[in-house]
């Protein structure tokens, strides 16, 4: 089955950096990769995702790359805020008409970014 | 983005009792429902996925006599847990996926459960 890792586990910034969070995937038939992010004690809630026909996608300060020969996908934030510290999980899907196209998640990253 | 309201957000229960949580798809029709269970600081751990008007499938290592669950609505999905002991205090999340659409999954706010 499918198998995602994701590093690194925790990543502490200054407000103003960048992050970037990476993640590497087992099963080449996966064509979904989601980011959440999760605050203490909520669901996690989507941020950016890429499916596999692209190679990049941005939306404002976040960033989502894809590498589909190496099976490797990034998450890049620009320009910290305190209020970006949170968990991140990556997670891959096989999302199709003909199976669920459950997700399978990374370990999660701890991001804190210092005012 | 579309709404999935878990409820309770929090519960304590004494051991050997049941409890049951629900997932609501508030503005979409959920033919699929999954149910992730989280360890503090651990990761969403698939426990099954549920489609509508059918048996629920489980993960390997989750036992579905335990976790019973029901998704007998295109908006409406519910985890049991039966016979609840310490171990099974966790952090249950359920999300809704619309397969009609290409979309994502919307994920509930959690519940919080406490075996005492």
């Known amino acids: 089955g499918e198998n995602v890792e994701q590093h690194p586990s925790t990543l502490s910034v200054q407000e103003g950096d960048s992050a970037v969070i990476k993640c590497t995937y087992s099963?080449?038939?996966?064509?979904?990769f989601p980011w959440y992010k999760q605050e203490l004690g909520k669901g996690p809630q989507l941020i950016i995702d890429?499916?596999?026909?692209?190679g990049e996608k941005k939306d404002q300060r976040i960033a989502v790359t894809l590498n589909k020969t190496a099976k490797h996908f990034s998450l890049h934030i620009t320009e910290t805020q305190p209020e970006d510290s949170a968990v991140y999980f990556c997670?891959?899907?096989?999302?199709?008409?003909?199976?669920?196209?459950?997700?399978?998640f990374g370990q999660g990253t701890t991001l804190q970014v210092k005012p | 983005g579309a709404v999935v309201s878990q409820h309770p957000s929090r519960v304590i229960c004494k051991s050997g009792t049941s409890v049951k949580i629900e997932c609501r798809s508030l503005?979409?029709?959920?033919?699929?429902m999954f149910w992730y269970r989280q360890f503090p600081k651990q990761s969403l751990m698939l426990m099954a996925t549920?489609?509508?008007?059918?048996?629920?499938?489980?993960e390997q290592g989750v036992e579905k006599d335990k976790f019973l669950i029901n998704h007998a609505s295109l908006t409406l999905s519910t985890l049991t847990v039966t016979s609840a002991h310490p171990e099974d205090s966790s952090f249950y999340i359920c999300?809704?996926?619309?397969?009609?659409?290409?979309?994502?999954?919307?994920f509930g706010q959690g519940t919080r459960l406490t075996v005492v």
């Open positions: 999300s809704a996926r619309d397969m009609g659409t290409i979309t994502e999954a919307f």
């Open positions: 099963d080449s038939a996966s064509n979904y």
């Open positions: 890429i499916r596999s026909n692209v």
């Open positions: 997670a891959a899907s096989n999302y199709g008409s003909s199976n669920t196209g459950k997700l399978i």
């Open positions: 503005d979409f029709q959920a033919t699929t």
């Open positions: 549920s489609n509508e008007g059918s048996k629920a499938t489980y």
